[in-house]
């Protein structure tokens, strides 16, 4: 079985402080494990992956993500947050066989 | 390429009634996967096609759903018998075949309200 966590339905930060985005997952076997992003009216789209290789990714506008395979986690971050940064975030992991698991979604606010 | 398309973008019907969703998802991709996502939740896995066969089915997908993919190209999503828990935004994703590492990019979804 597969599951994916985000353990904070809500986080709040201030515009130019770094982020964090927290998502823990359970996964059998090589995990595959990616992050969204939804805003009002738009589908999910593509932030960045994780699927073997260095444990730091690096994606869109600014972020990144860290694979811990001991804590089994894959953090969101980026060093300085935008305003324009406010959105649903989903971690998501994936199997070979086609299925996925999305976490419940953390929702972002970056004040001015 | 205009990316993944659904259609309609809104539904709504009267509990009992039937309905069917269309997907075209990128020209070239053969993976497409259905997801519903209900308020405050994440997307839930329903359905995956790999090119026209259906590899991967949710026990979510109860027996008044089903999901086709004819040729390998758009998909439809249909359900019967429709019920008022089934109001959901269902969302359509597609991926080009290079493992499951390859990022889906999704539709904007159909928004089903049953009445």
């Known amino acids: 079985a597969q599951s994916v966590a985000q353990p904070e339905d809500q986080v709040n930060v201030a515009e130019g402080n770094p982020l964090t985005v927290k998502c823990t997952y359970s996964v059998s076997g090589n995990p595959y494990l990616f992050w969204y992003v939804q805003y009002p009216n738009r589908g999910l789209q593509f932030l960045l992956k994780y699927i073997t290789g260095d444990n730091l990714v690096k994606g869109s506008y600014g972020f990144e993500a860290e694979f811990n395979k001991s804590q089994t986690s894959f953090h969101l971050k980026k060093p300085s947050a935008l305003v324009s940064d406010s959105a649903l975030y989903f971690c998501a992991g994936f199997t070979n066989a086609g299925k996925s698991t999305f976490g419940d979604g953390t929702t972002l606010t970056v004040k001015p | 390429d205009t990316g993944v398309s659904q259609d309609p973008r809104h539904k709504i019907t009267k509990r009992g009634q039937n309905v069917t969703f269309r997907c075209d998802p990128i020209?070239?991709?053969?993976?497409l996967y259905w997801y519903r996502q209900t308020l405050g939740q994440g997307p839930e896995f329903l359905t995956y096609f790999q090119n026209e066969a259906q590899l991967e089915k949710s026990r979510l997908l109860s027996d008044r759903f089903s999901a086709e993919r004819p040729k390998g190209s758009f998909s439809t999503l249909e359900i019967q018998r429709t019920e008022q828990g089934d109001s959901a935004m269902y969302l359509c994703?597609?991926?080009?075949?290079?493992?499951?590492?390859?990022?889906?990019?999704f539709g904007q979804g159909t928004r089903l309200t049953v009445v």
């Open positions: 020209s070239e991709h053969n993976r």
């Open positions: 994703a597609s991926s080009s075949q290079q493992g499951a590492g390859t990022e889906a990019f």
